[in-house]
């Protein structure tokens, strides 16, 4: 049942885990394989250790309707699929101007955005970083860094997901490692 009274969650910074969680939504290697760059190495990467855990999104369950303001984390695994770091799908929100807060809790990591104008944004993400999704962006997070990345999401209810986008074409940057250090190149399957 959603939630309609007041209540308060406790979240564990470090794990991203809510006291109060309805739902744990768990994405795998085998959900996101061809959004990879490197989808030969995704294969290969099942094939030999098996599904690897990308990302888990904990959330308390409210009503779909206007006004709410739904909130959950993300953990997102440290590790990469060929040279691309763990990184969520991404999206933009079926209702397009609707923009979204992400706070980070723990780890590093950046928020990548574009438009479907054509304009692109990669930014960096830390414990305590506030960072604005405005409306008409889509996003997806990557975690950099060697610990899990953790941060905390706030929308409007009736944003909604629209994940078809973004695995049709892609976002036109990709995060790779280079040197040991993150790199963003162009994704040459984009569009
Ligand atoms: O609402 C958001 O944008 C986030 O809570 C994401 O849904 C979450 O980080 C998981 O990413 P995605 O929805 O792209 O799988
Ligand atoms: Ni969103």
């Given amino acids: 049942m959603p939630h309609i009274a007041p209540f308060v969650t406790e979240v564990d910074f470090a794990s991203g885990e809510l006291s109060m969680a309805d739902y744990v939504i768990q994405r795998r290697l085998s959900d996101m394989a061809s959004m990879y760059a490197d989808e030969a190495a995704a294969r290969r990467i099942m094939a030999e250790e098996g599904d690897r855990l990308i990302y888990e999104v904990q959330g308390v369950e409210l009503p779909a309707e206007e006004g709410q303001i739904p909130h959950c984390t993300t953990r997102i695994t440290p590790g990469r699929i060929g040279d691309e770091y763990h990184m969520t799908k991404g999206h933009y929100h079926a209702r397009r101007e609707q923009g979204e807060v992400y706070f980070g809790l723990s780890g590093r990591g950046c928020l990548v955005m574009q438009t479907e104008s054509g304009e692109?944004?990669?930014q960096e993400m830390v414990a305590g970083s506030a960072a604005y999704v405005p409306p008409f962006w889509a996003h997806r997070t990557i975690n950099l860094g060697e610990e899990d990345f953790v941060f905390f999401s706030i929308w409007e209810a009736r944003a909604g997901h629209d994940y078809g986008a973004i695995e049709r074409d892609g976002f036109r940057v990709l995060v790779v490692m280079r040197d040991?250090?993150?790199?963003?190149?162009?994704n040459p399957k984009y569009g």
């Fill in 120 to 122: 692109t944004s990669v």
């Fill in 180 to 186: 040991g250090q993150p790199a963003m190149v162009d």
